[in-house]
């Protein structure tokens, strides 16, 4: 089992910046991948970024590439998305996710693949 609380979401003006927060329970998160998602009212939950168990790659949405930055911290049991140039429709509520499988050699972007789920943190940004 791995608990995962995210935070740093928040009301941003376009152009603006936030950096989001995932804190793991320290049990076995190092041994697997984590992801980001996100959902906007009205849509489905759609696939941001994603790292390997150990940070060595990382995978992008192309929506988001270039402009977001995924990392972690096995230290901390922590991981991080940056969010940078953040646009109005980067609006949804964004949750982190650890993959079901430990030690994957790729990372995967299908909701299904992911067995551990965050509450959610609001992003909002503003025109």
């Known amino acids: 089992q791995v608990q995962l609380v995210e935070s740093g979401g928040g009301l941003v003006q376009a152009g603006g910046s936030l950096r989001l927060s995932c804190a793991a329970d320290?049990?076995?998160?190092?041994?697997?991948?984590m992801g980001w998602f996100r959902q906007a009212p009205g849509k489905e939950r759609e696939f941001v970024a994603a790292i390997g168990w150990n940070g060595g790659y990382t995978y992008y949405a192309s929506s988001v590439q270039g402009r977001f930055s995924i990392a972690r911290d096995n230290a901390k049991n922590t991981v991080y998305l940056q969010m940078n140039s953040l646009k109005p429709e980067d609006t949804a509520v964004y949750y982190c996710?650890?993959?079901?499988?430990?030690?994957?050699?790729?990372?995967?972007?299908?909701?299904?693949?992911?067995?551990?789920w965050g509450q959610g943190t609001q992003v909002t940004v503003s025109s």
């Open positions: 320290g049990r076995t998160s190092g041994s697997v991948a």
């Open positions: 996710a650890a993959d079901r499988r430990p030690y994957r050699a790729l990372v995967v972007t299908t909701p299904t693949e992911y067995a551990y």
